[in-house]
Every structure is written in C-alpha cells, then in structure tokens.
C-alpha cells in the first residue's frame, strides 16, 4: 500500500532508528525486531521501507541496487554508440527506445535504493568517482552493428535471467522495480534476436558480421552471472536473506541451456568448442570461462573502463544546464501570479496549485 | 542548483479508467508540472496509464508498519463485523 512505503521512510530510513514514534508501544528489543524479520523473510513476506531491517541487509541492498542503476545507466553508452549508424529509420525508433528503456530502469532503480535512505546525489558521485560499480559486460566495446543484437540477445537475455528472480526479492520496492524492468526488458531481448536473425540469413559478410558479434558477447554474457558459487562471498548471505533466489551457477547454466538452441535457431554458433549435451545432468557442459579476464575488467583494465566514465561524467556535466534551467523556470513559475500552464489549460484555473487536486480534476 | 535539492514526489497511476490510482514509485523535480511531466516519461512509457497524480514525499504521514501495532487492534476483536461470524441454519437460501 502506498500509505506504507512512503516517505517519512526517507527520513526513518536513514536515521537506522527503530520504528519508536509518538503513541508507539514501550520499545521491542533488537532481538524482537530482528526475530519478526526473520519470521517475515521465512514466510516469503516482503520487508517493505520502513520495516526494521538488520544494517548489514540494508547495506547489502543499497550496494547492490545501486550497481544495478549504475549498470542500466552505464549501459545506455555501447548501444547508444550506434544509433546515429542504425541501418533504418525503423532499427533506429527501436535502438532509441530501448536506450530510453534503459534510462528509465536506471531511475526505478536509483528510487528503489533511496527507499533505503540512500542519496541520489551521493549514488552519481560514486559512480562518477569509481568508489561504487556497474557491471563489467559494459567495457566491453561494440564494434560493429551486429553488435547492438548481440547485447540484445545475449546481454540482455544474461540481464532477463538474473532480474527475473529478483520479482520476488525479500525487499519490496526492488521486487516491485524488477517487475516493471522485466516486462520492459523482453522487448529489448527479442529485437536483439530479430536483429541477428536479419544478419544471419543476409550476405555472407553480414552472417560474418553476426557471428563475430556473437563469438565476441558470448563468454562475457556468461561472466555477468558473478564468480563462480565457490567464489562468491556474498551469495550465501544475500540467499538466506532471500534478495537472492539461485545461485550464480545456477542461473548461468540455465542461461546456457536457453541459448544453445536459440542459437541454432538463428543459424550461429556458440564459440565454445566444449558445449556438449550431458543426459546424466539434462543440462549442456560448457568450457572454462576466463576468471582472471573477468577480474581484470572489475579492476578497470577492461577495453572501455575508462572511456565510459569519462563519458558518463562529462554527460552529467553537460547537462547542468538543464537542471539548472529546470530549477530556474521552477523557481519563476513560483513567483508568478496562478496561471494554469500551457499542459493542462483544459482544467480549471487554480487547478494547478495543488498536484493531487489538478489530478483529480484532471480525472473526469 | 543540483538534483538533490529538488523535492521527491511519489507517482500514482490509474491505469484505466475505473480502477483506482496505483503507486508506481517516486522521482525528484523541481516542481509540480515537471514532476508529472517526468513521471509521464518514467511511468507510462508504454501507455501504462490513462491518469497520473504527484504528491510530494514530505507530504504523506504513514502509519507505522508494524503490523502488530495497537493502531490496528480496535478492529481484531471484531469477527462479527464479518458475514461468516453468523450461523445460518442449514437450507435456507440467499441469505
């Protein structure tokens, strides 16, 4: 219910306080609060904002919330790279929506994380500084067009598999993005596919052209499930907290058995020489993957680390003056005597003053 | 001027006529009319909605979210506010 998740959380949230307020019952204990949450996450409930939560969970989130916004929005600039170049006007309407998808799952997500009492501010500085993370597959470059369907197919087939879990993520305003980026993101995975399948029964050099994409995405697609379960030292935790539902190797081989029929059905082949179909397991057995690659990229010595950032800030940068011409135009319009604005002369003068009451107004 | 000066306001949308306004999430703007505007952008890209509303953040008060809060009690020991609390004989129809 919105009356729960809303804001007084913003500043609940971030004090860490426990839920005391006026009219409130004597204190509960650490120990009381942190055995309701361990009921409410047992019984598959939804921690919502202002519930009590234990530090490390709410950090955890923040942390991992905040790579994924950072992520979507990093991950505007390979695809954005091609829209210019797209081959039609029809390509070029799809490239651009699905840009402006990414964008928008950037922002659920940031307002997911600042349900946690992070700061949206804080969150672009550390980004913009290094100090937080996105994911490693965006350093890669994309080198040709065929490159915009293989992010679509494989990255974002990688990113489906991941996200689609994280519906049913123990924290409920991530839950709630996931479901809407989800919806929004199998349009980006079936244009990606259609995309190679136009390449793959072109000339030979746009088959060729396919292929290269396809042998350059595949083995970093299967790196952004994480390091290997052995590996991984937050993924116990995150599981018993339940914001994680399957393990990385499990979500990598389900991912593997998507894709190696999928493949086939585009008339591509993976470029994994080891891919062979285990009856015992009833999944495929695929090769080594690159670690020491992976750890590299993650230290920033990946092909493109240093040029997203740049651009990353310099768009922050430049777009300055927007936000400043927002709060400017904001700051008259404020000023001003009351005046319905251009958008909503259809309703009642004055009806504006108030947003809810404009709405409502709006509504009938 | 930056971005965290600028106000949350949570986004409510009606989705079709007929049905109430839903939360779909928040954003920061500078004032009203940007705000819905950006939340048209963010929230119903794909013509989720055919309504939207925009209250600031600060603006709503909530009830604590303990469910076991004393807040909600009055109305727990209140079964025979519900139909099934009732006997009916058995047979009789429509009732």
């Known amino acids: ?39 409410a996450v047992a019984a598959d409930e939804r921690i919502e904002p202002r519930d009590w939560m234990p530090d490390a969970y709410r950090a955890t989130l923040v942390r991992q919330i ?27 309407a799809i490239l651009m929506a699905k840009v402006q998808d990414e964008a928008g799952h950037g922002l659920y997500l940031y307002g997911a994380a600042e349900t946690l009492g992070a700061d949206r501010e804080e969150l672009l500085d550390k980004l913009h500084s290094g100090r937080q993370k996105y994911s490693s597959i965006f350093n890669y470059p994309t080198l040709t067009w065929a490159d915009v369907g293989a992010i679509g197919w494989l990255v974002d087939g990688a990113a489906i598999t991941n996200q689609v879990p994280l519906c049913r993520c123990s924290y409920g305003p991530y839950a709630r993005a996931m479901v809407r980026v989800c919806k929004e993101e199998s349009f980006h995975q079936r244009q990606g596919y259609e995309l190679l399948l136009a390449l793959s029964r072109g000339t030979p050099a746009q088959r060729a052209m396919a292929q290269d994409a396809v042998d350059r995405w595949w083995w970093p697609s299967l790196m952004m499930f994480g390091p290997p379960d052995e ?126 009451r404009a709405a409502r107004s709006g509504d009938r | 001027m930056t971005g965290t000066d600028w106000p949350l306001w949570e986004v409510f949308v009606r989705s079709r006529r007929g049905l109430s306004h839903t939360h779909a999430g928040s954003l920061h703007a500078p004032d009203a009319h940007m705000a819905l505007r950006n939340a048209r ?55």
């Open chain 1, 66 to 92: 905040a790579q994924h916004a950072h992520s979507e929005i990093i991950g505007m600039q390979p695809e954005a790279n091609w829209i210019t170049r797209a081959p039609s006007l029809r390509r070029k």
């Open chain 1, 231 to 356: 590996a991984s030292s937050h993924s116990a935790r995150s599981m018993a907290w339940k914001i994680k539902r399957h393990s990385n190797d499990e979500l990598r081989q389900r991912f593997v058995d998507i894709c190696v029929p999928q493949a086939e059905s585009l008339g591509l082949t993976l470029p994994d020489p080891e891919l062979t179909w285990n009856a015992e397991r009833g999944h495929w057995d695929f090769g080594p993957i690159d670690w020491q690659e992976f750890q590299e990229i993650l230290k920033g010595n990946g092909p493109c680390n240093a040029q997203r950032l740049e651009q990353r800030r310099r768009a922050h940068d430049d777009g300055a003056w927007v936000r400043e011409a927002a709060a400017a135009h904001a700051a008259k319009q404020r000023s001003r005597p009351v005046e319905p604005p251009a958008h909503q002369e259809r309703q009642p003068a004055g009806a504006h003053t108030a947003a809810p």
């Open chain 2, 41 to 95: 952008d963010l929230f119903t890209r794909r013509s989720e909605g055919v309504s939207l509303w925009v209250v600031p953040a600060g603006e709503i008060t909530a009830s604590s979210p303990d469910e076991k809060d004393p807040f909600f009690e009055p109305a727990g020991d209140k079964p025979y506010r519900h139909p099934t609390f009732y006997e009916v004989p058995e047979g009789v129809q429509n009732l």
């Open chain 1, 1 to 39: 219910m919105a009356s729960a998740t809303s804001p007084p959380r913003e500043r609940e949230a971030g004090s860490g306080a426990g839920p005391a307020r006026a009219g409130a019952p004597p204190e509960k204990s650490e120990q009381e609060f942190q055995a309701d949450f361990d009921a």
